[in-house]
Nanobody, 124 residues
Framework: QVQLVESGGGPVQSGGSLRLSCAAS????????MGWFRQAPGKEREYVAA????????FYADSVRGRFTISRDNAKNTVYLQMNSLKPEDTAVYYC?????????????????WGQGTQVTVSS
């Protein structure tokens, strides 16, 4: 059974930091690129960051570049999102996705599996 379980969300003040984790099981994690997306109330799901199977190639949305860092530990089947200098506009439910088919990592359609999400709320 495939599972992606996000954790680490919660309330934080503007300028603060959070580290999200996404634990994977039920598939060969090291063969998959991984991505983080987010969805704010009333808005479409938005690409945040992604990295390839090795973790050497990393990609970021312009809105988070320089503040967020994506990483993975293939030994632990886990992908992380370190979020610094958080802003109120970062408030959203954050989802991790697993992508085996390649393609443009910023397109949510190329992801095969999704987690249930974790809420991040940044107050000003």
């Amino acid at each position: 059974q495939v599972q992606l379980v996000e954790s680490g969300g919660g309330p934080v003040q503007s300028g603060g930091s959070l580290r999200l984790s996404c634990a994977a099981s039920g598939f060969t994690f090291r063969n998959y690129a991984m991505g983080w997306f987010r969805q704010a109330p009333g808005k479409e799901r938005e690409y945040v960051a992604a990295l390839d199977w090795s973790g050497r190639s990393k990609f970021y949305a312009d809105s988070v570049r320089g503040r967020f860092t994506i990483s993975r530990d293939n030994a632990k089947n886990t992908v992380y999102l370190q979020m610094n200098s958080l802003k109120p506009e970062d408030t959203a439910v954050y989802y991790c996705g697993a992508n085996r088919r390649g393609g443009y990592y910023g397109n949510s359609d190329v992801y095969d599996y999704w987690g249930q999400g974790t809420q991040v709320t940044v107050s000003s």
